[in-house]
């Protein structure tokens, strides 16, 4: 049994901290585009509304929205908030100063470079998902509902 003293905690992962946070960073800030697309591909939803959830969050013109950009920095609070927790988790034990300050570091370095990659990674892929699948499904549903008419 370990003792609950704190000058024999073991110390933080970095990696699984920043591995944790990135991932959760990155979804967050694509979920615009990566929840229809994963609905629609369960065929929780059709075409016509996974097109029209992810103009919610686009402008007329297609670029970013507002509703994207709050998305985009609520990916950026939890990817903070994630290095705040482990600074504050790595406080609580007792190591080399030189140590947590090159922990902390890469733990900043790591929760940006996954996060920006799965960010990067869905968007690429959650675009090419709506121009293979989604949009042939819109306008094969707008097809029937002229011919309904």
């Known amino acids: 049994m370990k003792p609950d003293n704190p000058e024999t905690k073991e110390e933080p992962n970095f990696f699984k901290w920043a591995f944790k946070y990135a991932a959760t960073a990155g979804i967050a800030g694509i979920i615009c585009c990566v929840a229809p697309a994963v609905l629609f591909m369960f065929g929780l ?55 947590k300050k090159k922990n902390l570091i890469l733990m900043i370095v790591i929760t940006f470079i996954l996060g920006l990659g799965i960010f990067l990674s869905l968007e690429k892929w959650s675009s090419w998902y709506f121009d293979e699948h ?11 509902m002229e011919l309904q008419e």
Request: glycine share 12%; net charge positive.
């Open 45 to 99: 939803m059709g075409g016509i509304y996974a097109i029209s959830f992810a103009d919610f969050f686009y402008a007329e013109d297609g670029s970013i929205g507002t509703g994207s950009w709050i998305l985009r920095g609520l990916a950026v609070i939890i990817g903070v908030y994630g290095i705040y927790l482990y600074r504050k988790k790595q406080n609580q034990c007792s190591m080399d100063p030189k140590r």
């Open 134 to 144: 989604i949009v042939p499904a819109q306008q094969e549903e707008y097809k029937q």
